[in-house]
């Protein structure tokens, strides 16, 4: 159904799998994918530059339409397959404008979640700083307790009564910060927002398959 599309994804990257699950949304599977690792460099290859000349994953083609943000890629396969799987922008006009909300807040929120955990992967050890490390975490805690208030107390959607754009663009966002233990107990609003949006078909059938194992780092921000 989707074979004139192309997806160059990274396991467990929050823009490659905002992509994948709102193409499992739209009904368009089929797709051709390649999963290429961060790790080995991949992301930096001449296939990966050809479409995204920044080196960056995800890199989503359809037809001869290149759209490498994941936020413009989603906004994409919303307006072209509008009357296809599921409808991601609601008609009510508040729940629009709370989906636009919290969509665009999310950057925000990956922004923040970025700095903590990327910081000493990409900082050489002498050149790290405490002080950037404490006011990293503070930033990311300060941020985390605010998504905890937008949370209803039960199981719910990011915006209004139904699955929409905001919950693709930053529920893996939220998964991320669970997956380098965000505390459960501490955050239970978001904790069950992440279990419960955890089953939806969409987001198993694109789990990020390097999550099945353990890894360096999973207890990152049990802390936090």
């Given at each position: 159904?989707?074979?004139?599309?192309?997806?160059?994804?990274?396991?467990?990257?929050?823009?490659?799998?905002?992509?994948?699950?709102?193409?499992?949304?739209k009904?368009?599977?089929?797709?051709?994918q390649?999963?290429?690792?961060?790790?080995?460099?991949?992301?930096?290859?001449?296939?990966?530059?050809?479409?995204?000349?920044?080196?960056?994953?995800?890199?989503?083609?359809?037809?001869?339409?290149?759209?490498?943000?994941?936020?413009?890629?989603?906004?994409?396969?919303?307006?072209?397959?509008?009357?296809?799987g599921?409808?991601?922008?609601?008609?009510?006009?508040a729940?629009?404008?709370?989906?636009?909300?919290?969509?665009?807040?999310?950057?925000?929120?990956?922004?923040?979640?970025?700095?903590?955990?990327?910081?000493?992967?990409?900082?050489?050890?002498g050149?790290?700083?405490?002080?950037?490390?404490?006011?990293?975490?503070?930033?990311?805690?300060?941020?985390?307790?605010?998504w905890?208030?937008?949370m209803?107390?039960?199981?719910?959607?990011?915006?209004?009564?139904?699955?929409s754009?905001?919950?693709?663009?930053?529920?893996?966002?939220?998964?991320?910060?669970?997956?380098y233990?965000?505390?459960?107990?501490?955050?239970?609003?978001?904790?069950?927002y992440?279990?419960?949006?955890?089953?939806?078909?969409?987001?198993q059938?694109?789990?990020?398959?390097?999550?099945?194992?353990?890894?360096?780092?999973?207890?990152?921000?049990?802390?936090?």
């Amino acid at each position: 159904m989707a074979k004139d599309m192309t997806l160059l994804w990274g396991s467990g990257s929050p823009p490659c799998w905002r992509v994948m699950i709102a193409l499992e949304e739209k009904n368009l599977q089929g797709y051709n994918q390649k999963l290429l690792s961060f790790q080995k460099g991949e992301h930096k290859s001449a296939e990966v530059m050809a479409m995204n000349p920044r080196g960056q994953l995800p890199a989503f083609k359809h037809k001869d339409y290149v759209l490498n943000e994941s936020y413009g890629a989603c906004l994409y396969l919303e307006s072209q397959f509008k009357s296809q799987g599921s409808k991601l922008i609601p008609d009510c006009p508040a729940e629009q404008a709370m989906m636009y909300q919290r969509m665009f807040e999310g950057l925000t929120l990956n922004q923040k979640m970025a700095d903590v955990i990327y910081y000493n992967w990409k900082v050489p050890e002498g050149e790290r700083h405490d002080s950037a490390v404490k006011r990293n975490r503070e930033a990311l805690t300060a941020e985390v307790k605010l998504w905890e208030t937008y949370m209803d107390k039960k199981c719910g959607f990011m915006a209004g009564k139904t699955f929409s754009l905001a919950d693709v663009a930053v529920y893996p966002s939220i998964a991320y910060v669970f997956h380098y233990g965000l505390s459960e107990e501490r955050y239970p609003k978001l904790a069950a927002y992440y279990n419960c949006l955890k089953k939806r078909p969409s987001i198993q059938t694109s789990w990020p398959p390097t999550w099945q194992e353990a890894h360096e780092g999973s207890e990152m921000l049990k802390d936090l």
